[in-house]
């Protein structure tokens, strides 16, 4: 599946996208945010407080524990600030 | 129905954009137009620029769930949204938001509806340059509790 980042999120980690293959472990958003987390330092730092980032699936805003099963495009990102 | 939704890096002309809408509805009795501007100070600093990022896609397709959303609420005409994003300098247009109606309390309500779910859903971020560096601005949570009313308003009604 394909990961995008923006805001702060995309500077701390370093990309603002990438294809990754988490293990069949990991379900939800939440499982994957703890995945990512130890993958370095720099995704360790993005995800340091899990309760500010929001993610999306498909383009959709979902919450913590929605299922990442089937989707083709994940996005985390910082609370909006647009308007 | 003439709805509009468009994300743009360049500059807006609201009056244009009003003329357009109310020239393709009829029956229209009231016009609501709010624009955002870019202010020249934030928590008293002066700045010299914001920069909008947003979310390609999903910006215009959650703009585009929240003008259905406001069109099912209120008897509405017509609604122009235009969001910019790039670098944006103090005194230069944000964002617009045209509601056009028969009468005007659905115009208000709509476009207020509207303008504090772009603020807490819609995917952009502003970054603030000043003589400091480039900061990040952090969402307010009087944003967030203008958009929940709205929410609460519809479960009351359910």
């Known amino acids: 599946m394909k990961l995008v980042y923006f805001a702060w999120v995309r500077e701390r980690v370093g990309r603002a996208e990438e294809e990754i293959a988490p293990p069949p472990s990991v379900a939800t958003v ?18 340091e407080n899990p309760n500010v980032i929001r993610a999306a699936i498909d383009k959709r805003h979902v919450q913590a524990g929605a299922a990442i099963a089937g989707a083709r495009e994940i996005a985390f990102f910082p609370p909006m600030t647009g308007g | 129905m003439a709805d509009t939704i468009r994300l743009q890096r360049e500059d807006f002309d609201a009056a244009a954009q009003v003329a357009l809408l109310t020239r393709a509805c ?11 501007l870019c202010r020249g100070a934030e928590s008293g600093e002066p700045i010299a620029a914001l920069t909008l990022e947003h979310y390609p896609g999903m910006a215009e397709e959650e703009i585009a769930r929240h003008v259905e959303e406001a069109n099912r609420r209120w008897p509405l005409l017509g609604v122009t949204v235009i969001h910019r994003y790039g670098r944006i300098e103090p005194g230069e247009n944000i964002v617009l938001v045209v509601t056009a109606s028969s009468h005007r309390e659905a115009a208000f309500a709509a476009a207020e509806f509207l303008m504090d779910y772009l603020k807490t859903r819609a995917p952009f971020w502003k970054q603030v340059e000043s003589a400091k560096g480039k900061d990040w601005v952090e969402a307010k949570g009087a944003d967030d509790a203008a958009a929940d009313r709205w929410r609460k308003g519809r479960d009351a009604a359910e």
Do not use: I, Q
Not at chain 2, 26 to 36: D, Y
């Open chain 2, 26 to 36: 009829t029956n229209v009795g009231a016009v609501v137009t709010f624009t955002g």
């Open chain 1, 30 to 47: 939440a499982e994957l945010v703890a995945w990512l987390s130890k993958r370095g330092e720099e995704y360790a730092h993005a995800f």
